[in-house]
């Protein structure tokens, strides 16, 4: 996990309490997803701020295509498995099979009306994120 999910984790893990979240160590080229909990899985990405323009797509380099493909996969067979991206103070939760198809592709309007979930902080994140994740169960 780069640096930045790695900051990142550490500021949402106190989200996930209960659900016995573990970190996930594996090479970028599985695309396996940052971290595990016993009801999902989930990769971390985090960004800084949002792009000036209001047209301009929310660039997410580090999601690489083998990422896509697991997120895919997992969805297809049943799985729950969502990407959580903070940008700036700001949290979404994208489930998986969209994040594949969008996330690096759209803009922020764009990616907030396909989320499971949409916090401007972490504070609301922590108090809903919970029936977000159950919500696809």
Known sequence: MGTREGQYWRTVKPAFSGWDPQRIETPDADGVPDVNCTVCDVELKYVREWPKRPD???RLDHYSPQQRVWHK????AGGLCFVLIGV???????WGDTAADHLGRVT???LIMLAD???E???DMKGELRDAILARN
């Open 117 to 119: 979930g949409h916090w």
């Open 108 to 110: 922020r309007m764009e």
């Open 121 to 123: 902080s972490f504070k």
């Open 56 to 58: 301009t797509p929310l």
């Open 88 to 94: 700036g103070k700001e949290h979404l939760l994208i």
């Open 73 to 76: 996969r997992r969805c297809k």
